[in-house]
């Protein structure tokens, strides 16, 4: 489960008339941060929250709440506090990306459910949890997969690792098309350690209709999310997940599944020495059990 | 072993606190990646009419974590701000949460408006929207009509129940 530093500052809030409106309810708090602090500090130079559009005073557009909120993580230091806020609202209103809602959209006012679904999100991403892990979900390329702590979230340099593999099977089949007699599309085998998420696993049975892969993963956490994103992909049939660590464990169960065609890996790396520098919101992850090297 | 996999692990270890943003053209020296099926992907059904745009005339920015390695940072900025350089036509794409699938969509809104530059009217781009523009006015006229028709039917009707 996700859990708050103890070392947190105190919060600030903004709060404003048309806020209190906004949320229904008197000073915006944060919970579980103010009781041990003196309480919210008003900022004094609290500037109203404009409307962008032409919504009557009172109802709150799309983009006056990306705004609100992207000002709320600012003062309180969250890191990308305006693509933090928009990843949020869009996520609210059905949309991967603020820049993909029409701009009707970001006209209309915004009911008080979905008023209510953002600021239980923003709440999380106040506790410096990854934006992936408060939607609990992310893209790797075309792909939608689920996110959950403490399984790592998939980095976007990992979508040219999976780019590399497929440009060495094309270069594998080309060189097997230049044999005199036709060659039989064998179905490549692939083997991935450290699967986490399945990103690359289900990335490539995707993009290699043939393939077959075998992904494994010394956290049982990441053995199941990689299970129940191949079946939200209907790629079940094509996966084995096993909960094996290659470090420690006997590499008899994986030779029951025959020669590899390939073996790929993007497993943690960072080492302890550099942990220091990492930002928050990873060395949460870092500190759960089992971390990495 | 996967030897490009290693030294793609190892170039990235080496770039500890370098700026994070470097154009494409530079990344694709070190990796050997082609940019072909990249700009192969992003054709759409009418693509072949469009002017190609090759690699060496794009420049490209987009968010990549620094630190130590990939893995130290959770950058979630996909957006990419892609240049056709000698046109000077930028376009900018956050359509998706996917870096990679960013980059695709961006060529190809880039390659539709580096085709209406320098073709004008020429640019099947352009003769697509005109012909759903005609289509749409079309459309209004028949529905116009069609209201008028409705209308004047009911007033004979009226008439005749007189």
Redesign the interface.
Known sequence: MWKPATDFTTMRCLTHQLLRRLLGRSPLCVPGRLSQSKGPILSPKQSPLRQSCSARPGLVTATDVVNYWQKVFETNGIP?AR??SE?IVSFVLGA?????LNSKSLCTPLTAVHQEQIQQLSNKRLERM???YVLGE?????LTLKMRPPV??P???????V??V???ESRKCEKNSDLCFPVPVPHPMILEIGCGSGAIALSLLCKLPQSRVIAVDKEEAAVNLTRENAHRLQLQERIHILHHDVSYSSAKQLLFWGPMD????NP????HE?MA???T??LRVRLMPHDCC | MNIPGVFYITFLLRDIRTPSWRPWILRKQQFSLPGVPLLQAAGKKNSSNLLGLTEAELKEQFVRGDGPGGQATNKTNNCVVLKHIPSGIVVKCHQTRSVEQNRKIAREILREKVDLFYKGEDSDVFKEKKASEKKKQEKKRKAKENLERKKHFKEMQQLDMK
Request: proline fraction near 7%; charge should be negative; aromatic fraction near 20%.
């Open positions: 990308e693509e933090s990843y991967k990306t603020f820049q993909s990854p934006v992936q992310w893209d790797f390329q075309d790592f979230i980095r976007p340099e990992t979508e040219d690792l780019s590399l497929l440009e060495e390939f073996i790929v890996s943690p790396y960072v080492f550099d520098y990492l930002d919101e990873i």
